[in-house]
C-alpha cells in the first residue's frame, strides 16, 4: 500500500462575470430531481460504472444541516485539471474533443451542468481524487457574485492529500450544503425520475443507487381509454347501422313473400 499523501493546499480561481454563474446554477435547476440528474450525467460523462446518491429521509430534514451526496467511481480529476477544466464554465467536451473513459456519448449540459447544485444548495463541496491523490474545495454561490458587468477572478480555496481508504482508486463526490427546499425530498419520485432519464442510456453500463436502492425501469401504465365524442359516435353509428339492418330485413322478407306468391 502506497504511503498516504502530505497534506498541502492550493489556491484555484474562477472567473466571474456578474451574477452569471448564480443564474446559471439557480434558474436553470430549480427542480430537485432534475438538479440530480443534472449531476448525474456528468457522473456518466466521466466514465462511471457506479453512482452512489444519498439523500436525507423526511423525518430527519432540516435545510440547513442536511445534506446530499453524489459520488462517482468514474476518472476522476487531477488538481491540475481542476483548474484547466472543472473551474472553466462553459467548457464544452463535444468541441474539445474530450471523450469519456468508455468512450460515451456525452450528456452533460455543455460545460454548465456542473452548476446544477446550485438550483437546489448554496454550497458544493467537490470531492474528487485520482491515482491516489485528493482535491477538495467548496464552492459557495455567495462568493460567485459580482456587480452587473464586472469581471473578476474568485479565489477558490482548496486541500490536497490522500483520499478516504473507503473511496477507491479514482471517482469524484459532491455535497451539497445548505439546501434550498424548506421540505424532504421525494426519495421515491427520485428514483423515479432518475430511471426515466437513464434507465436506456446506463443500462448495463452503470448503477444508480439512491440511499443504497438500485433504481429499477420506469413503471409503465397502460389504460384504454375514448374520448367521449368518440363514444356518442360510435354509439349514434351503431344505432344507424342497427336501423339499416332491419329495414333492410324488412324488404328481404317482403321480397320473398312475393316471390312466394307468383305462379
Not at 105 to 124: D, T, W
Not at 140 to 152: A, F, H, S, T
Not at 226 to 231: I, K, S, T, V
Amino acid at each position: 500500500m502506497s504511503e498516504p499523501l502530505k497534506q498541502r493546499t492550493r489556491t484555484f480561481s474562477l472567473k466571474v462575470l456578474g451574477r452569471t454563474l448564480e443564474h446559471l446554477g439557480v434558474q436553470t435547476y430549480k427542480r430537485r430531481d432534475t438538479a440530480i440528474a443534472e449531476l448525474v450525467a456528468n457522473c456518466w460523462d466521466a466514465g462511471a460504472k457506479n453512482v452512489w446518491i444519498a439523500v436525507p429521509d423526511e423525518s430527519s430534514y432540516d435545510p440547513g444541516t442536511s445534506r446530499i451526496t453524489i459520488r462517482d467511481d468514474g476518472c476522476g480529476m487531477a488538481e491540475d485539471e481542476v483548474q484547466d477544466a472543472y473551474l472553466v464554465i462553459g467548457r464544452d467536451r463535444r468541441e474539445s474533443g474530450s471523450m469519456t473513459t468508455e468512450s460515451r456519448k456525452i450528456m452533460g449540459r455543455k460545460g454548465i451542468g456542473k452548476l446544477a447544485g446550485f438550483g437546489i444548495a448554496s454550497r458544493m463541496v467537490v470531492r474528487t481524487w485520482r491515482g491516489g491523490a485528493l482535491t477538495e474545495f467548496t464552492l459557495n454561490v455567495e462568493d460567485l457574485k459580482k456587480p452587473d458587468d464586472e469581471v473578476g477572478n474568485v479565489p477558490i480555496a482548496a486541500s490536497l492529500g490522500s483520499p478516504p481508504a473507503d473511496f477507491g482508486e479514482n471517482g469524484t463526490e459532491l455535497e451539497l450544503r445548505t439546501l434550498k427546499h424548506l421540505t424532504p425530498l421525494d426519495i421515491d419520485g427520485l428514483r423515479e425520475a432518475l430511471a426515466r432519464r437513464f434507465s436506456r442510456t446506463a443500462r448495463g453500463e452503470m448503477t444508480i443507487l439512491v440511499n443504497d436502492v438500485r433504481i429499477q425501469e420506469p413503471a409503465l401504465e397502460m389504460t384504454d381509454r375514448f374520448p367521449e365524442e368518440a363514444d356518442s359516435y360510435l354509439e349514434d353509428e351503431i344505432e344507424r347501422a342497427g336501423r339499416w339492418t332491419k329495414r333492410a330485413g324488412s324488404v328481404l322478407l317482403r321480397l320473398c313473400e312475393e316471390a312466394d306468391s307468383l305462379p
